[in-house]
């Protein structure tokens, strides 16, 4: 049983250390460091305002207290007047496969409607998302969404992207960046393996010492 659970073990700490080794960072990926926003603030192209982040293209406004952040109290809204972009660069392993995970919302101002999303990855691996603003969402109730998408690195680094393709003042509102490595199936079925060999061991050890005591 000693073996089967040691086992078990080296198949946890080979999960863990592959997961480290592909490890991938967003920073500042709730907006919550930067220039104070107060309100809000417009940032224009080539702004590095919000830690971590770049601004691109027509820019966005970088929320505070104007309504309710997923998490924090600081979010982006993608549209300045026009659809803007905001994106990092991260270092990533050359072949493995990530997801990226992050949060939607509206800027109710605009109306009932769709905020339209894309997202990519240094330029290519592109995706579409959108968000619909419904009738009770409002700055007190942004009716937050998650949503996430996969890339294969094939770079050490990789610039993720968030552009809005909503060209109005009232754009899609971006909070909560994530991103972590999609493990191997060959690793995953190393795990299983390794923890179902120890349940039956532990199991058949349990009945041999209620049988000892019978």
Do not use: C
């Amino acid at each position: 049983m000693k073996k089967l659970i040691a086992g078990a073990a080296v198949a946890a700490s080979i999960l863990v250390a592959g997961s480290a080794a592909n490890a991938a960072t967003v920073v500042n990926g709730s907006f919550e460091d930067g220039v104070n926003p107060g309100v809000f603030t417009t940032l224009g192209n080539n702004s590095t305002a919000v830690d971590g982040w770049l601004v691109r293209g027509a820019g966005v406004d970088y929320v505070g207290s104007y309504w309710q952040a997923k998490g924090g109290v600081r979010s982006i809204d993608l549209s300045a007047l026009l659809g803007g972009t905001i994106q990092q660069t991260i270092a990533v392993t050359v072949g493995k496969t990530y997801k990226v995970s992050f949060w939607l919302a509206g800027n109710p101002d605009g109306g009932l409607g769709n905020k339209l999303v894309a997202t990519s990855v240094s330029g290519d691996q592109t995706n579409d998302f959108e968000f619909l603003v419904g009738a009770g969402n409002t700055h007190s109730d942004m009716g937050w969404k998650e949503y996430s998408y996969t890339f294969t690195a094939y770079d050490p680094t990789a610039t993720l992207a968030f552009n809005s393709k909503t060209n109005t003042p009232y754009g899609p509102a971006l909070d909560n960046v994530s991103i972590s490595a999609v493990p191997e199936p060959a690793t995953w079925a190393m795990m299983i393996i390794g923890f179902s060999s120890a349940g039956v061991a532990i199991r058949r050890r349990r009945r041999e010492t209620s049988a000892t005591f019978a």
